[in-house]
């Protein structure tokens, strides 16, 4: 305990000496309300944390920037972002604002993932999120040297407590490996990948509702026949992005008597965090698979 | 189907539920439109056909927003534009075009507005690309009857007044001259003006509807001078660039680069064009000639 303390004590020395270590909270921006909220999980009482996109109703694919983000990135000293061209314009802000001391956690970096990865979710994928955490604490750290400890003891108590979603996701695989799904769009196919379900959609038809473009006609066709030939157990859509062509799958799915689940963008506020809206989704996929029961709306 | 056409045809294009909404769809608009826009090129009124449609991207981005069908936005953005462009003066030859013109720029800002909310306040990601540039293959077949509706309204409007339309679109001094109310048929022609903008404005996209309304009607008016005749031309050339699009499309699935096909609304204006094209070469003394007799006529 002593040797801990006097350990510290160096650590704020050294500190003390170096560039300017943060005295109060570390400002921090992340993109998507996921990543905020994981931020504000590893530093606890020594961060206040804004996110850009935090409205379950809009898509993040489009967001357009206002002034006040601006200014609150240009304050900030750690900025996270997804990358894989998912939150452009973070990037644009970033190199008009440049801040010597402010640190970035890019997600497509960390994760050692190229440009052209074709889908962006990245935040669906189980051994994402351990790494944000721990590359956080390292943030942190750097900043705010005194709390280190802190940090890497919250970081270890996030990545455990993805325990329950882990956990249903390996359960789920061990049941219903291989079970049918179709998608929208590639929101939670990381997800759908690590649960062991066979996504029949293209990539292709769900790239073009993810870009916006409208698919081809025999993507179309093709995916309307997945219901009303039943190839597949769940219709799985991205409740943040809904127009004509994809209530024209969730009817279509309806009225063959296959369950419906909606999956989210960003997370859905409030009364989640990001391990209970994880597990949440899971829940919804095997309640789907084993009970037929739609969830559209967490 | 024949087995020498399937080169030229992927499989599966007929058996196909949006290529057949498509093909319907594209056709009945494709008449209308032709219809229609024989009478637009004949009174010199392709601005205010152009701009009515462009004027039409506020209502379908509105209608993104309050989550209804974008043909409903066209369709009610479209009649309101029409009702303001004849108040403030689309009648006078001198002032229409401002008239038409200032109209157009208002509509712009809101639909700048809508599409700016489409995107930041409501789930659409397609918004943008679908007013603008149309979604055949996404229509769902429920539109199919109010497109039905539409349609039947804007031809029956121009099959019921098409006597006083025809003098009026020729001369309108003429037609005042046999007691003709002027106004009122300038008033019914705008109406089924706004309503087939706004059902190509459903096909091949708001910015695109002028093409289908002007470029097979002004074909048509190269090949024969009489109305009649021009806008049956005109409806037919529109009805084969529409399904010639709907085929290329389909057919270019697996076309550059990546595969997925290539846009309908892009074949359907570029083979109006041609057309367009080979007329300018084929009928081109014809075209004098023509001109020269419009007016005569119209003295």
Same mark, same amino acid.
């Given at each position: 305990?002593?040797?801990?303390?006097?350990?510290?004590?160096?650590?704020?020395?050294?500190?003390?000496?170096?560039?300017?270590?943060?005295?109060?909270?570390?400002?921090?921006?992340?993109?998507?309300?996921?990543?905020?909220?994981?931020?504000?999980?590893? #530093?606890?009482?020594?961060?206040?944390?804004?996110?850009?996109?935090?409205?379950?109703?809009?898509?993040?694919?489009?967001?357009?920037?206002?002034?006040?983000?601006?200014?609150?990135? &240009?304050?900030?000293?750690?900025?996270?972002?997804?990358?894989?061209?998912?939150?452009?314009?973070?990037?644009?802000?970033?190199?008009?604002?440049?801040?010597?001391?402010?640190?970035?956690?890019?997600?497509?970096?960390?994760?050692?993932?190229?440009?052209?990865?074709?889908?962006?979710?990245?935040?669906?994928?189980?051994?994402?999120?351990?790494?944000?955490?721990?590359?956080?604490?390292?943030?942190?750290?750097?900043?705010?040297?005194? %709390?280190?400890?802190?940090?890497?003891?919250?970081?270890?108590?996030?990545?455990?407590?993805?325990?329950?979603?882990? @956990?249903?996701? /390996?359960?789920?695989?061990?049941?219903?490996?291989?079970?049918?799904?179709?998608?929208?769009?590639?929101?939670? %196919?990381?997800?759908?990948?690590?649960?062991?379900?066979?996504?029949?959609?293209?990539?292709?038809?769900?790239?073009?509702?993810?870009? &916006?473009?409208?698919?081809?006609?025999?993507?179309?066709?093709?995916?309307?026949?997945?219901?009303?030939?039943?190839?597949?157990?769940?219709?799985?859509?991205?409740?943040?992005?809904? %127009?004509? $062509?994809?209530?024209?799958?969730?009817?279509?799915?309806?009225?063959?008597?296959?369950?419906?689940?909606?999956?989210?963008?960003?997370?859905?506020?409030?009364?989640?965090?990001?391990?209970?809206?994880?597990?949440?989704?899971?829940?919804?996929?095997?309640?789907?698979?084993?009970?037929?029961? /739609?969830? @559209?709306?967490? | 189907?024949?087995?020498?056409?399937?080169?030229?045809?992927?499989?599966?294009?007929?058996?196909?539920?949006?290529?057949?909404?498509?093909?319907?769809?594209?056709?009945?608009?494709?008449?209308?439109?032709?219809?229609?826009?024989?009478?637009?090129?004949?009174?010199?009124?392709?601005?205010?056909?152009?701009?009515?449609?462009?004027?039409?991207?506020? *209502?379908?981005?509105?209608?993104?927003?309050?989550?209804?069908?974008?043909?409903?936005?066209?369709?009610?953005?479209?009649?309101?534009?029409? #009702?303001?462009?004849?108040?403030?003066?689309?009648?006078?030859?001198?002032?229409?075009?401002?008239?038409?013109?200032?109209?157009?720029?208002?509509?712009? &800002?809101?639909?700048?507005?809508? +599409?700016?909310?489409?995107?930041?306040?409501?789930?659409?990601?397609?918004?943008?690309?679908?007013? +603008?540039?149309?979604?055949?293959?996404?229509?769902?077949?429920?539109?199919?009857?109010?497109?039905?509706?539409?349609?039947?309204?804007?031809?029956?409007?121009?099959?019921?007044?098409?006597?006083? $339309?025809?003098?009026?679109?020729?001369?309108?001094?003429?037609?005042?001259? @046999?007691?003709?109310?002027?106004?009122?048929?300038?008033?019914?022609?705008?109406?089924?003006?706004?309503?087939?903008? /706004?059902?190509?404005?459903?096909?091949? #996209?708001?910015?695109?509807?002028?093409?289908?309304?002007?470029?097979?009607?002004?074909?048509?008016?190269?090949?024969?001078?009489?109305? #009649?005749?021009?806008?049956?031309?005109?409806?037919?050339?529109?009805?084969?660039?529409?399904?010639?699009?709907?085929?290329?499309?389909?057919?270019?699935?697996?076309?550059?680069?990546? &595969?997925? *096909?290539?846009?309908?609304?892009?074949?359907?204006?570029?083979?109006?064009?041609?057309?367009?094209?080979?007329?300018? $070469?084929?009928?081109?003394?014809?075209?004098?000639? @023509?001109?020269?007799?419009?007016?005569?006529?119209?003295?």
């Amino acid at each position: 305990m002593a040797a801990g303390l006097a350990l510290i004590a160096v650590v704020s020395a050294c500190g003390a000496t170096s560039s300017q270590p943060v005295k109060d909270t570390i400002a921090v921006v992340a993109a998507e309300n996921q990543y905020g909220d994981v931020a504000a999980q590893i #530093g606890g009482k020594d961060v206040s944390v804004t996110s850009v996109e935090s409205n379950p109703n809009t898509d993040p694919h489009t967001y357009e920037v206002s002034p006040s983000i601006a200014q609150q990135v &240009g304050a900030a000293l750690v900025v996270i972002q997804n990358g894989v061209g998912y939150d452009n314009y973070l990037t644009r802000i970033l190199s008009a604002s440049s801040n010597p001391s402010r640190r970035v956690l890019n997600v497509q970096h960390l994760l050692g993932l190229p440009d052209s990865t074709p889908n962006p979710h990245l935040w669906y994928d189980p051994t994402t999120m351990p790494k944000v955490a721990n590359a956080l604490a390292a943030d942190y750290a750097a900043l705010k040297p005194v %709390d280190a400890s802190y940090f890497t003891a919250n970081a270890s108590r996030f990545i455990a407590s993805l325990n329950p979603w882990l @956990q249903a996701l /390996s359960s789920f695989k061990s049941r219903y490996a291989g079970t049918p799904v179709a998608t929208t769009e590639p929101v939670a %196919d990381y997800m759908l990948q690590a649960a062991g379900a066979d996504n029949l959609t293209p990539f292709k038809f769900q790239a073009d509702i993810m870009n &916006g473009v409208d698919p081809a006609p025999q993507d179309v066709s093709l995916e309307t026949s997945l219901f009303t030939q039943h190839k597949v157990k769940v219709l799985v859509y991205n409740q943040q992005v809904t %127009d004509t $062509l994809t209530q024209t799958f969730i009817s279509a799915a309806q009225s063959a008597k296959i369950p419906v689940i909606g999956v989210y963008e960003t997370m859905p506020t409030p009364g989640y965090n990001y391990q209970s809206w994880m597990l949440a989704e899971v829940t919804s996929l095997q309640k789907a698979v084993a009970d037929g029961i /739609s969830t @559209q709306h967490l | 189907m024949p087995g020498f056409l399937s080169p030229l045809i992927e499989p599966g294009f007929f058996s196909n539920l949006p290529v057949q909404t498509a093909l319907v769809v594209g056709g009945v608009v494709a008449v209308v439109s032709g219809i229609v826009g024989t009478f637009t090129v004949m009174r010199g009124q392709s601005f205010a056909g152009h701009s009515l449609a462009d004027i039409g991207t506020a *209502g379908g981005s509105a209608a993104f927003v309050l989550g209804i069908s974008p043909l409903f936005g066209f369709v009610a953005m479209n009649l309101m534009a029409a #009702g303001v462009m004849e108040w403030i003066g689309i009648r006078r030859p001198r002032g229409r075009d401002l008239a038409t013109g200032i109209v157009l720029g208002a509509a712009l &800002g809101l639909a700048a507005l809508f +599409l700016y909310l489409d995107t930041t306040a409501s789930s659409t990601t397609g918004a943008t690309v679908n007013v +603008l540039f149309g979604s055949i293959f996404t229509l769902p077949a429920s539109m199919v009857p109010f497109i039905a509706i539409f349609s039947v309204v804007a031809a029956a409007i121009v099959l019921v007044m098409y006597r006083p $339309l025809v003098l009026t679109s020729i001369s309108a001094d003429l037609a005042i001259a @046999q007691g003709i109310r002027v106004r009122l048929v300038g008033i019914g022609y705008l109406v089924a003006l706004a309503l087939a903008v /706004s059902l190509s404005a459903v096909t091949i #996209g708001a910015i695109l509807s002028t093409a289908l309304l002007i470029g097979p009607a002004a074909t048509a008016l190269r090949i024969t001078n009489r109305t #009649g005749r021009a806008a049956a031309i005109a409806a037919g050339i529109g009805v084969v660039a529409t399904w010639l699009g709907v085929l290329l499309a389909y057919d270019s699935y697996y076309w550059f680069p990546n &595969g997925g *096909g290539w846009p309908v609304s892009f074949f359907v204006v570029t083979l109006i064009f041609l057309v367009y094209l080979l007329s300018q $070469l084929r009928f081109r003394g014809r075209s004098a000639a @023509q001109r020269r007799s419009t007016a005569a006529q119209a003295r």
